[in-house]
Nanobody, 124 residues
Framework: QVRLVESGGGSVQAGGSLRLSCAASGYTGGSYCVGWFRQVSGSLREGVAAIGSDGSTTVEDAFQGRFTISRDNAEGTLYLQMNNLKPEDTAVYYC??????????????????WGQGTQVTVSS
């Protein structure tokens, strides 16, 4: 059973940084595609970034230059480094996993397994 647990959320002022972590278990190291999504109450869950089993990354245009996704396969951990945060980045952030290997788009329909989410609040 794949299990994903996010951590690292919190409150920060605009311009600040946070690093989210996602501890993954139930699958072998780097074999899965993993990604980050976020959701504002009342809106659809949107893709932020994804990283495939081969280490290739996708970062959605809105987050280019500010957010970086990475993974530590030995530790089974996924990260999202978020810099220069803006109030509009306030959302619940989720990590997700899919057994699609190198095929790894940041589209929610691709992913089968989801964490419970971690709240990020950015104040102006």
């Amino acid at each position: 059973q794949v299990r994903l647990v996010e951590s690292g959320g919190g409150s920060v002022q605009a311009g600040g940084s946070l690093r989210l972590s996602c501890a993954a278990s139930g699958y072998t190291g780097g074999s899965y595609c993993v990604g980050w999504f976020r959701q504002v109450s009342g809106s659809l869950r949107e893709g932020v970034a994804a990283i495939g089993s081969d280490g290739s990354t996708t970062v959605e245009d809105a987050f280019q230059g500010r957010f970086t996704i990475s993974r530590d396969n030995a530790e089974g951990t996924l990260y999202l480094q978020m810099n220069n945060l803006k109030p509009e980045d306030t959302a619940v952030y989720y990590c997700a996993a899919a057994d699609t290997g190198r095929y790894c788009p940041a589209t929610r329909e691709t992913y089968k397994f989801w964490g419970q989410g971690t709240q990020v609040t950015v104040s102006s």
